[in-house]
């Protein structure tokens, strides 16, 4: 299966992003694309805190969205800040959402 990653926001979602690569692309034999056209997951690490991240945040979000609707993309995993902050709330204004993971 090929994943796919945005990271938005400050560095320490940077290592977040890193520490799941390590374990879903060595321990789950995913493969790494940059592409989510190309992707069957896509985890989006958001930012919560400053008004323009949260913006740009929804509409990655949004944006990867409109790829599970028309292609082969499966599933979309919100992680970091705002998916942590507003886990009920994405949950239910965008139920493409599979999954939310918090801050690492």
Not at 24 to 41: H, P, Q, R, Y
Request: net charge negative; glycine share 10%; charged share 30%.
């Amino acid at each position: 299966m090929k994943l796919a990653v945005i990271t938005l926001g400050c560095s320490k979602n940077l290592v977040d992003t890193e520490h799941y690569l390590g374990i879903l692309v060595n321990k789950k034999g995913f493969e790494i694309t940059t592409e989510v056209k190309e992707a069957d997951l896509c985890i989006i690490n958001t930012c919560g805190f400053i008004g323009d991240a949260k913006e740009e945040s929804i509409e990655s979000i949004l944006e990867v969205v409109e790829y599970k609707k028309s292609g082969k993309l499966k599933k979309i995993i919100i992680a970091g800040c705002l998916a942590e902050r507003y886990a009920d709330e994405l949950l239910a204004e965008i139920p493409e959402i599979d999954g939310i993971i918090g801050t690492g």
